[in-house]
């Protein structure tokens, strides 16, 4: 069937119009005398002519084609699809916080820079850290500035190292952020358990250790047991110690980075703390640090002043530099910020809590049907591993497509590496015992279909918008943007 969204713009008649705008008061002069002659337009841009409705019509059709939380389960391993509250969105549509732009006097924006120098309080609390910068807006930005932060470290000790130590586990923006900063990196095995192979971190160590990115609790969804050895033999070495804080949903309220030894973490906002994700950003990926890396975040740093009024210190001259433009993604900052408010200490407790006891509800209805390799310690995301359905036939990418069917998102499959045929799942506190329930049966279900009728499987999807894909093309050759085209039906009116 053709895609209704392509229909509506079938409609498009020249002069048809979907609002009124009042008459351009600018004189034609002005326009010329403000406006460089090069940028403007020659002829109006082509774009179809709708009325309002067909407009609402396309988007509407839009928004519901893709899935997100807000239609079902969303169980993707590694990225926390919790549910938004609406009332964070409420929150962060207010005039004074839509409404307002970063160039205005800090006079006049009082109460944004309170929010953000809240937020980082907050942050500071939730990690163990003394300083944070709001600016990086994604964790992969703020791992980034957190390896330019410890190479100031080393350089202002004149002190030239050159190697990262990385768990095999680890989620592929490590890595590229260790290579963009200017070190190389050092991959550190795992034990039998899944967690960093002590014996092996032991013989890499040596006056070359820069530090170490490790993921708490790691992307198998383990508490890395021995941190506290793990960072001490680190800091023995000279280096400093990055953790990804991408998994924080498991650690709110339990326990700290910065009492587990870590120097520098990073904060998903939009994980952790509830802002709308998935669509590509925006996100946050604030930072903290500790008291003696602090001299070196990002300029302009929020600072409350004597007077309990608000301002930018810019006077930093250790600061590796401005890495957004203004003061970050506001917006997000703000839902962030209305969403641990509105929890408090004791609901982000129980958030952390029922995210753990939820991965192990799950794991727990699982794992007499499917393998599950590093099941010890689970917190708040396990990782199958569908080897016994691969001998069968039928691979981690066919289940995740099924899944889609029954109206769920896909788990992350395939990640982490070191794992085969793995499908990651992460149920989040945020969904009911219930819906755990029907997920696990059509997981068990699928695996039935196995020796019944498998080509269902191989097919699937089958009842999305679009069919399976060729994911290396849309990756190679993305074509995201939409172009009108003229249809022989507009040409007749012309
Ligand atoms: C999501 C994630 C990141 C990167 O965060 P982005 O905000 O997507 O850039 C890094 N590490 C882990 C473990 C993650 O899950």
Redesign the pocket.
């Known amino acids: 069937m053709e895609s209704k969204t392509n229909i509506i713009f079938r409609e498009s008649i020249p002069g048809k119009s979907g609002a009124s705008v009042p008459p351009c008061d600018v004189p034609e002069h002005a326009l010329s005398e403000f406006i460089p002659n090069h940028v403007l337009r020659e002829s109006p841009p082509n774009l179809p002519e709708v009325t309002e409705p067909e407009v609402v019509r396309h988007f509407v059709n839009l928004s519901v084609k893709n899935h997100h939380v807000d239609r079902d389960f969303y169980p993707l391993g590694?990225?926390?699809m919790k549910y938004n509250p609406k009332i964070n969105e409420k929150i962060a549509s207010l005039d004074g916080f839509a409404g307002i732009h970063p160039l205005q006097s800090v006079e006049t924006v009082q109460g944004a820079l309170r929010v953000m120098w809240e937020l980082e309080q907050m942050l500071l609390k939730i990690t163990g850290m003394s300083a944070a910068t709001l600016q990086p807006s994604?964790?992969?930005?703020?791992?980034f500035v957190g390896i330019l932060i410890m190479k100031k470290y080393h350089d202002e000790r004149n002190d030239s190292r050159k190697y990262i130590f990385i768990p095999e586990t680890?989620?592929g923006?490590?890595p590229a952020s260790v290579i963009l900063a200017g070190y190389q990196i050092k991959k550190i095995k795992s034990d039998s358990r899944g967690r960093v192979d002590l014996a092996h971190l032991k013989q890499n160590l040596d006056q070359h250790t820069a530090g170490m990115m490790l993921?708490q609790p790691n992307?198998l969804g383990l508490f890395e047991d021995q941190i506290l050895d793990i960072t001490s033999l680190v800091h023995e070495a000279g280096g400093l110690m990055y953790m990804?804080g991408?998994?924080l949903n498991a650690l709110v309220g339990i326990t700290k980075p910065a009492d587990m030894g870590f120097d520098i973490t990073?904060i998903?906002l939009?994980?952790t703390f509830s802002t709308p994700?998935g669509g590509g950003g925006p996100?946050a990926?604030p930072i903290a640090v500790t008291e003696q890396l602090a001299k070196y975040l990002p300029i302009p740093v929020v600072v409350k002043k004597r007077d309990e009024s608000f301002d930018w210190d810019y006077d930093r001259s250790a600061s590796v530099g401005r890495v957004h433009s203004y003061f970050g993604n506001f917006s997000i900052l703000v839902r962030a910020w209305a969403y641990i408010l509105s929890m408090g200490e004791q609901g982000l407790k129980e958030m952390t809590k029922n995210a753990i006891l939820n991965a192990n509800y799950l794991k727990y209805l699982l794992k007499d049907t499917y393998h599950i390799p590093f099941s010890e310690g689970t917190m708040h995301e396990f990782v199958i591993s569908a080897v016994d359905q691969k001998k069968r036939g039928i691979r981690a990418l066919d289940i995740a497509k099924s899944l889609l069917d029954n109206g769920y998102h896909a788990p992350t499959v395939y990640f982490p590496i070191n794992l085969p045929e793995a499908i990651m799942v992460e149920p989040t506190e945020s969904e009911t015992k219930n819906t755990l329930d029907e997920f696990a049966q059509s997981m068990i279900d699928i695996d039935s279909l196995i020796d019944t009728d498998p080509e269902s499987l191989t097919q699937a999807p089958i009842t999305t918008p679009v069919r399976r894909l060729d994911e290396t093309k849309a990756n190679r050759e993305p074509d995201i943007r939409w172009k009108f085209q003229k249809t022989d039906n507009l040409k007749e009116v012309n």
């Open positions: 590694s990225c926390t994604a964790g992969s930005q703020g791992e680890a989620h923006t490590n993921t992307t990804d991408a998994n990073h998903n939009h994980k994700h996100g990926g």
